[in-house]
């Protein structure tokens, strides 16, 4: 069964309309009249559908039933991540990260990465290709953090673990962390001392050290990803 994203869509509705976007996916998918479709809102819940081909130019959706959290984590994982200059790099960190369920994207410009302007638009539009892709009920939220600390006091609060991927850490296994848990990753560089120094005041954190050699940022970041999911 395919999926679409209408994030206009809630439970009232019963029949919706696509909008061009997606009339051109169902175009290429070559969905028959009355074949089955998933649509997802990306705010929390999966709509079943049929495909209505009484209006050839314009098929509706006739919606006959929704699921709430479909292919979601009972748990939440957030990830922060420092900048790359390699946007084909990122984008495929924000697609592997949104089929892994995480929930919100955290992009930040760190002493030791290369500050480049974030195109928030167009990783949206990757991780609206992967809701689509894996079928999951929530899109992840992607933001660049601006504040000259590395992480705001308000948002290390919100998680009850941090993780920071560090060549000097423990080994992740013998690490317990609880949900919400947020993963920080730095860049090929590591982070600067000052940093770190920052992030060892918060109670929460724990330190994990992935591997015996320096892994690229977009394979330090599904292998976390991994760990953390199987371990909460």
Not at 94 to 122: A, P
Not at 171 to 199: Q, R
Request: positive net charge.
């Amino acid at each position: 069964m395919e999926c679409l994203y209408l994030p206009d869509i809630n439970i009232e509705s019963s029949r919706v309309a696509p909008n061009e976007a997606e009339r051109k996916h169902i175009r290429a998918l070559r969905l028959k009249h009355n074949e089955e479709v998933m649509i997802t809102n990306g705010k929390g819940i999966c709509f079943f559908a049929r495909v209505n081909y009484e209006n050839l130019q314009n098929p509706s959706l006739e919606i006959y039933k929704f699921v709430e959290n479909y292919g979601e984590n009972p748990f939440f994982i957030d990830i922060l991540i420092c900048n790359l200059s390699d946007r084909t790099r990122l984008e495929w960190i924000i697609e592997k990260s949104t089929e892994l369920g995480v929930s919100q994207i955290f992009i930040k410009n760190c002493k030791h990465s290369q500050i480049k302007k974030v195109d928030i638009l167009r990783l949206t539009n990757k991780a609206i290709a992967a809701v689509k892709q894996c079928k999951r009920a929530c899109l992840p939220t992607i933001q660049v953090v601006e504040t000259k600390q590395f992480i705001s006091m308000d948002l290390a609060n919100q998680y009850k673990s941090i993780v920071l991927l560090d060549e000097n850490g423990e080994n992740p296994l013998k690490s317990d962390i609880k949900s919400k848990t947020l993963i920080i990753v730095g860049p090929e560089g590591g982070l600067h001392p000052s940093e770190i120094s920052f992030l060892d005041k918060f109670d929460n954190i724990n330190k994990w050290r992935l591997a015996n050699r320096r892994l690229r940022t977009e394979t330090a970041v599904i292998a976390a990803l991994s760990i953390a999911i199987n371990k909460l």
